[in-house]
């Protein structure tokens, strides 16, 4: 093994442990909840939009529909728990098979009729308000109320606890098991035709590429993987309604972190969570009261900028640091 890989690795765990101890530092903060709550949503919202990213960042089709697989894996597993008893460790894969096939059939619908760019992005939109109607109006699933979490007291079989550190262990292998999927992907083969696929679909179909199979497997994946954080998402926050999962609020906001961050890379999902998620959750304690929705219109001016100055994203912007100094140090030049 190379230097660059062990140091890579030695960065890598040595982050982990840095994390895994940051719960036990925060105990002696004052608000040290509410900075590990703050934390916690960074890495759901890190673990979602990485999910997210392998398909619009690697694949290229850019889902602005989401939380169908998001609605479909909290309500699975809520639905499971609250009406039969089921513990939601199970239940979070039942709701991630029903998100798997739904993904699959949503991707072989669009993909072998060929939509692709805008057409399937609002095809995504369609079908995911389609879904926030049709459950808003089933009284068995909670109707437009919603599905609440029944607290049980501190039981970890059935993914309830007494405090905010054990969300956050749970948050935080979610978020390293997804990058690390992620980061495999770009290396094996499926990873290497979505990109062939998001960089000219002509050119991927001309090498061989089965265009329609390589789309509906970045689906299926990004639709598992998303619907197993649904499940985190409504064991914590204990209550899920229509709009809270299958609309377009949480669609798009799980989609602008990957932008932000650096879309079809490994870290930019993560990175962009790490941003915007403490803007939005300190703006909303400190002015939501009074200017509802501000953390929106920073989110909108954040963007802006991006899209202004690095096109490629905070990733695209570190590489690019990087290369200067690689290219500086070969030069011999300080």
């Not at 999910?51 to 809520?78: C, D, E, K, P, R």
């Not at 009284?139 to 039981?155: D, F, Q």
């Not at 197993?228 to 989609?255: H, K, M, R």
Request: net charge positive; charged share 10%; hydrophobic share 50%.
């Amino acid at each position: 093994m190379t230097r660059s890989p062990l140091l890579r690795i030695a960065a890598i765990g040595g982050g982990l442990l840095a994390l895994g101890l940051l719960p036990l530092a925060l105990q002696r903060v004052s608000r040290g909840e509410y900075y590990l709550h703050v934390l916690t949503l960074v890495l759901l919202y890190a673990y979602l939009s990485t999910a997210w990213n392998i398909l619009g960042g690697y694949a290229g089709q850019h889902s602005l529909g989401h939380g169908i697989f998001l609605g479909l894996g909290a309500y699975t597993s809520t639905l499971l728990f609250s009406r039969f008893g089921v513990t939601p460790w199970l239940g979070m894969w039942a709701g991630a098979v029903l998100a798997g096939a739904v993904g699959a059939f949503i991707g072989f619908l669009c993909f072998r009729y060929g939509l692709r760019g805008p057409y399937f992005a609002l095809a995504t939109i369609a079908i995911a308000e389609a879904m926030r109607y049709v459950v808003s109006n089933i009284p068995y699933l909670g109707g437009a109320r919603g599905l609440e979490v029944v607290w049980k007291g501190h039981n970890p079989a059935i993914f309830q606890f007494s405090g905010k550190a054990w969300y956050y262990y749970i948050a935080l292998l979610l978020a390293a098991g997804c990058l690390a999927i992620s980061a495999w992907l770009q290396r094996s083969r499926l990873g290497y035709w979505m990109v062939a696929v998001r960089e000219n679909e002509d050119a991927a179909a001309a090498l061989g590429v089965d265009l329609v199979r390589t789309k509906v497997l970045a689906t299926v994946v990004s639709a598992v993987l998303t619907a197993l954080g649904g499940t985190f998402y409504a064991q914590y926050f204990t209550f899920v309604n229509p709009s809270s999962v299958f609309g377009e609020g949480p669609s798009v906001q799980i989609l602008l972190y990957s932008i932000i961050g650096g879309l079809g890379t490994a870290w930019g999902s993560a990175i962009g969570a790490l941003v915007l998620v403490p803007i939005a959750e300190f703006t909303r304690a400190r002015l939501g009261g009074t200017f509802a929705g501000v953390h929106l219109l920073i989110y909108g001016a954040i963007l802006m900028l991006v899209m202004l100055f690095m096109p490629q994203g905070i990733m695209g912007l570190i590489r690019r640091a990087a290369s200067r100094t690689r290219l500086r140090r070969q030069e011999g030049r300080p």
